[in-house]
């Protein structure tokens, strides 16, 4: 599994993200699990910026829970890194949708790699029933490959 392709397709979406204390653990790195946050914080300004916030899609009474996860770490992150969170739509289903991620320090002269990762997922009523996504929805979503252009967003979160 650690040789999975992660390609990030066009367009990619960039934000960043400063490090606070409260990212890191004993050791004084970033604590693992708070990449995942990293990848919804990119996940989520995408969305909002090329195709709906998430709570317009909840407002069709429909959530888009995590599913799957994969994290590649490379080196850690540690407080008060300015990082670079990269997103892309890597596919979209009747049913689902995959983004991938890498997030990368800033600083020097070179970008360094620090995890690359996916996350799927299912497309779900207020029950838990696995839904197809509306037309609107899906193709909102789909518009990212024509509409997004190589983008940063403007603010640090």
Same mark, same amino acid.
């Given at each position: 599994?650690?040789?999975? %392709?992660?390609?990030?397709?066009?367009?990619?979406? *960039?934000? $960043?993200?400063?490090?606070?204390?409260?990212?890191?653990?004993?050791?004084?790195?970033?604590?693992?699990?708070?990449?995942?946050?990293?990848?919804?914080? !990119?996940? $989520?300004?995408?969305?909002?910026?090329?195709?709906?916030?998430?709570?317009?899609?909840?407002?069709? !009474?429909?959530?888009?829970?995590?599913?799957? $996860?994969?994290? *590649?770490?490379?080196?850690?992150?540690?407080?008060?890194?300015? @990082? =670079? #969170?990269?997103?892309?739509?890597?596919?979209?289903?009747?049913?689902?949708?995959?983004?991938?991620? *890498? #997030?990368? *320090?800033?600083? !020097?002269?070179?970008? %360094?790699? @620090?995890?690359? !990762?996916? =996350?799927?997922?299912?497309?779900?009523?207020? %029950?838990?029933? @696995? =839904?197809?996504?509306?037309?609107?929805?899906? %193709?909102? #979503?789909?518009? #990212?490959?024509?509409?997004?252009?190589?983008?940063?967003?403007?603010?640090?979160?």
């Amino acid at each position: 599994m650690s040789n999975l %392709q992660l390609t990030m397709k066009s367009p990619v979406y *960039r934000t $960043t993200y400063r490090v606070i204390y409260g990212d890191t653990d004993a050791g004084s790195v970033v604590y693992n699990a708070n990449y995942l946050r990293f990848f919804e914080i !990119g996940r $989520t300004e995408m969305m909002r910026s090329w195709a709906m916030p998430y709570n317009e899609i909840e407002k069709f !009474g429909l959530i888009l829970p995590v599913t799957e $996860t994969y994290l *590649r770490y490379k080196a850690p992150a540690r407080y008060d890194d300015m @990082l =670079t #969170i990269s997103v892309s739509l890597a596919e979209i289903k009747k049913v689902s949708c995959r983004f991938h991620y *890498r #997030i990368t *320090r800033s600083g !020097g002269e070179k970008e %360094q790699l @620090l995890v690359k !990762g996916f =996350t799927n997922h299912a497309c779900v009523n207020r %029950q838990g029933r @696995l =839904t197809p996504l509306p037309p609107e929805i899906r %193709q909102r #979503i789909a518009g #990212i490959w024509e509409g997004g252009k190589e983008k940063k967003s403007s603010g640090c979160h």
